[in-house]
């Protein structure tokens, strides 16, 4: 079975301030995984993905993770957060070696970005 | 481009009532998936197409929750009976295909209330 945990329910950080949103997942064999992230009153929307390859994955916004395969993690980063990211991030995971071809989402962790 | 559309945006309905869901998925998008996310909860997989087959049914909550896919295209999500505890905002994302590292692209959501 593939799980995803998402440790933090709230991450505040003042705006300028590197952003960190925690995601670590478990899986059978190896993982995709997924960042997404959700504005109120509007759908998911893709930020980035590992696949394979470097673990620095960069995406939308100015967004990286990293995929940490000892640690099991793919924490989310920004350098320099915006008041414009304050939304609600997701962090979701496929396990290739599973049947099927669904995701698997953790909790979901908003973020308050304040000026 | 146009993105994946749902309707209705919004739904109230009474218990016992049968509600239907519609997803317009991206053009050219040969998978599509169903998920309910609850209040304040991360999104739950209820099931998936690949063109207009479902190999993936294994999150349908119940046997009164069903989809359809016609003409690799459009999707109905319908609920019988509908209880109280269906209440949810419930989203459809698509992809290019059900190979496992496609991101999905998702609706807007609908928002079922179950009085």
């Known amino acids: 079975a593939q799980s995803v945990a998402q440790p933090e329910d709230q991450v505040n950080v003042a705006e300028g301030n590197p952003l960190t949103v925690k995601c670590t997942y478990s899986?059978?064999?190896?993982?995709?995984l997924f960042w997404y992230v959700q504005y109120p009153n509007r759908g998911l929307q893709f930020l980035l993905k590992y696949i394979t390859g470097d673990n620095l994955v960069k995406g939308s916004y100015g967004f990286e993770a990293e995929f940490n395969k000892s640690q099991t993690s793919f924490h989310l980063k920004k350098p320099s957060a915006l008041v414009s990211d304050s939304a609600l991030y997701f962090c979701?995971?496929?396990?290739?070696?599973?049947?099927?071809?669904?995701?698997?989402f953790g909790g979901g962790t908003r973020v308050l970005v304040k000026p | 481009g146009a993105g994946v559309s749902q309707s209705p945006s919004n739904k109230v309905t009474e218990k016992g009532k049968d509600v239907e869901l519609r997803c317009d998925p991206i053009s050219g998008h040969t998978a599509l998936y169903w998920y309910r996310q609850r209040l304040g909860q991360g999104l739950e997989f209820l099931i998936y197409?690949?063109?207009?087959?479902?190999?993936?049914k294994s999150g349908l909550p119940s046997d009164r929750f069903s989809a359809e896919r016609t003409g690799e295209s459009v999707s109905t999500l319908t609920i019988q009976r509908t209880q109280q505890e269906d209440s949810a905002v419930y989203l459809c994302?698509?992809?290019?295909?059900?190979?496992?590292?496609?991101?999905?692209?998702f609706g807007p959501g609908t928002r079922l209330t179950v009085l």
């Open positions: 994302a698509s992809s290019l295909a059900w190979t496992y590292h496609n991101e999905q692209f």
């Open positions: 979701a995971v496929r396990d290739i070696a599973a049947a099927g071809n669904k995701l698997t």
């Open positions: 899986v059978s064999g190896n993982p995709y």
């Open positions: 197409f690949q063109g207009n087959s479902a190999p993936d």
